[in-house]
């Protein structure tokens, strides 16, 4: 990941913290955190949502990026791309074509502990061997 400027940093800073829904919810996982952002603000090739995330609720969880580019995670919309995807009881079948797709809202984060980095119960792994390019 190239380095950050400070003024960058700063910029991104306040851009991040003068939003409210740029907190994490007390007990909101990770992977619902992140999507909500990135379906929010975007994805700008970081992961600087997760690293929100990490500091807020879990400063001490340092293995949690060397985690997550192991499961094929690069950047924020990674994670529910090729982190992990939606739980199979939260898709939607699609009458006609039997097909599941996607709910067209995201579903409140099932929960999980504080200072959990683990997605809830919404989630679960993708494997790698499904791991598509993303747009960026
Ligand atoms: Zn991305
Ligand atoms: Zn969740």
Not at 13 to 36: I, M, N, W
């Amino acid at each position: 990941m190239p380095e950050m400027s400070v003024a960058d940093e700063a910029e991104l800073y306040l851009k991040t913290v003068a939003d409210p829904g740029a907190e994490p919810g007390l007990y909101e996982c990770l992977a619902c955190f992140v999507s909500r952002r990135v379906e929010a603000v975007g994805c700008d090739r970081t992961r600087l949502w997760t690293q929100w995330f990490r500091d807020i609720k879990s400063p001490t969880a340092t293995a949690l990026e060397e985690r997550l580019l192991k499961i094929g995670v690069y950047c924020d919309c990674d994670l529910a791309r090729n982190g992990y995807r939606m739980s199979r009881h939260l898709l939607v079948r699609d009458l006609m074509t039997d097909e599941l797709s996607l709910p067209d809202e995201l579903p409140d984060c099932a929960g999980v502990r504080r200072t959990s980095t683990k997605p809830c119960d919404n989630w679960e792994r993708k494997p790698l061997s499904e791991w598509e390019p993303g747009p960026h």
